[in-house]
């Protein structure tokens, strides 16, 4: 999607270790925003940003935690992967307002073995 | 506590006939309502959005109703074509605050040729 990159775009990775997910953006948007999707579960609000340093818990912050030193980064951590945590992760960018909606990236399937 | 209740999870329609998806919403600040369309392998795009000083909003082939009195809303998709088949995200926000919307869990929608 233009303007905001997610890597990897697949990862598979073994209970215990540490996992980063980057998201990277062009748009020089103010809030972004970690998703996790699963099946019967929709999307759920893992972190958002809403400036450099600026952080807040989701819904689903267990286990995650994420830092924003950029304006166009931001990242996600797994500090220990757990088998729970295998899911499709979405970043997302809005203006200020986020009235214009939301810019997805093209998410990373992360499996946890 | 789910706010935002959507409805069917998933949904099989024939070439040419009408695909409807229903969102309910609890809370009465929610005062933008928009709705995303996901293809398999990408994320969510945002398709349309209402505001709840309007009961309709049309875009194409694509028309959300919004009952304001009955918390409802909902994205009707007429002569709906097999590249319509698509996983659909209803969303609530309400203004001030994080500006974070609240998503429902998603309909798969599969339309036949």
């Given amino acids: 999607d233009a303007g905001i990159t997610q890597s990897p775009r697949h990862k598979v990775t073994e209970t215990g270790t540490p996992v980063t997910l980057r998201c990277h953006q062009t748009e020089n948007h103010r809030y972004m925003y970690w998703y996790r999707q699963d099946p019967g579960h929709g999307l759920r609000l893992i972190h958002y940003s809403y400036g450099v340093k600026d952080t ?8 995650y935690s994420v830092s924003r030193s950029k304006t166009e980064d931001f990242l996600l951590t797994l500090e ?17 307002s986020g009235i214009h909606g939301y810019t997805f990236g093209s998410g990373t399937r992360l499996t946890v073995v | 506590q789910q706010q935002v209740k959507q409805s069917p ?79 659909y995200f209803c969303a609530a926000r309400e203004s001030g605050g994080s500006y974070i919307p609240t998503f429902g869990r998603g309909t798969s929608l599969i339309v036949h040729p």
């Fill in chain 1, 56 to 63: 807040d818990k989701g819904e689903v912050s267990d286990g």
């Fill in chain 2, 9 to 87: 999870q998933s949904l099989i329609v024939q070439k040419g006939g009408i695909s409807i998806i229903n969102c309910a919403y609890e809370n009465t600040a929610f005062d933008y309502f928009p709705w995303y369309q996901q293809f398999p392998g990408k994320g969510p795009a945002l398709l349309i959005a209402i505001r709840p000083d309007v009961s309709e909003k049309k875009e194409g082939r694509f028309t959300i109703s919004f009952n304001k009195s009955a918390k409802q809303f909902s994205l009707h998709i007429m002569d709906s074509q097999p590249g319509d088949s698509a996983t």
């Fill in chain 1, 80 to 96: 220990s992967a757990t088998s729970s945590q295998t899911s499709v992760y979405f970043c997302a960018i809005s203006e200020s």
